[in-house]
């Protein structure tokens, strides 16, 4: 039988915490800002600041969270390493946090989640890395211009394909085109973490005044995307005394409640 992915649980009460933090802030600053927990190539730990960025494919529908990273940064090499991660969002405005856990895939030129079609067999044998089903965008569009991953259920099974190749590389480019001319340019900087030498302080300072001579999309052969494919969610609304866990359990979200 079909199983599909329809919005976790999780994802209003999340996305409502996402616009009462900026309501109460007054939108300041005007981007979420979150803690990336990835297992070090050494070990141990790593944690950083990330923002924020959306949903796979812009809909929240799919469950998947989005951040961004320069290829030549640690975490990179550390999620194709090992995708697990942590991250951590708190709302101390509304007083609320979501601690997120599952597996992070890059997207970029070289790398795309392992996802695949839903099967229709249930004895058929599944290698994908992933348990996600993730769509083809299009394919769902075709169907019925109002479809999205809430009413799967109504579409044909011929029509249920995975992402192209083409989906997966415009996915990357409507992240690259939303970023700021400011941070894009920090992607044609020396590589981050290298030590300040008088060739990198004088690039460096070029790029600032905008007098290096590169286009804009230089920098794009460092830039990549994270996906965030979450398997458990741990709520706490300290403004209500209340904390629940969300679980992916056989491709079913199975809400908790549990003590503060």
């Known amino acids: 039988m079909l199983q599909f992915h329809n ?18 802030s007054g939108n300041s600053p005007p981007f979420t800002a979150f803690q990336l927990a990835t297992i070090g190539n050494d070990g141990y730990p790593r944690t950083r600041t990330l923002i924020f960025r959306g ?20 975490k990179y ?15 101390a405005g509304i007083k609320r946090q979501f601690r997120f856990r599952g597996h992070a895939k890059i997207i970029d030129d070289d790398h795309i989640p ?6 229709i067999d249930d004895n058929e044998p599944d290698s994908r890395m ?36 083409q989906e997966w590389n415009q996915e990357v480019r409507r992240q ?13 900087k020396p590589p981050p ?15 600032r005044r905008g007098v290096d001579g590169k286009k804009e999309d230089s920098g794009l052969k460092n830039f990549a995307v994270i996906a965030m494919f979450v398997d458990k969610v741990d709520v706490v609304e300290l403004d209500r005394d209340r904390r629940y866990v969300c679980e992916r359990e056989d491709g079913m979200w ?6 503060p």
Request: net charge negative.
């Open 130 to 165: 992933l348990p996600y089903t993730v769509l083809s965008p299009s394919a769902v569009r075709s169907q019925r211009p109002d479809s999205s991953y809430t009413n799967l259920n109504e579409l044909n099974v011929v029509d249920l394909q995975p992402p192209t190749r």
């Open 7 to 24: 919005m976790a649980s999780w994802v209003p009460p999340f996305t409502n915490s996402i616009d009462a933090e900026k309501n109460k």
């Open 55 to 74: 949903f796979l494919f812009n809909d929240r529908n799919t469950n998947v969270l989005i951040a961004t990273t320069d290829k030549r940064m640690s």
């Open 176 to 188: 690259w085109d939303a970023l700021s001319p400011a941070l894009r340019s920090t992607f044609r």
């Open 254 to 259: 199975v809400e908790t409640e549990i003590c």
């Open 77 to 91: 090499s550390e999620l194709l390493h090992n995708d697990r991660f942590e991250a951590v969002f708190y709302f």
């Open 114 to 119: 392992a996802c695949d079609a839903p099967k």
């Open 193 to 207: 973490g290298s030590e300040i030498t008088d060739e990198n302080r004088r690039v460096i300072d070029s790029i």
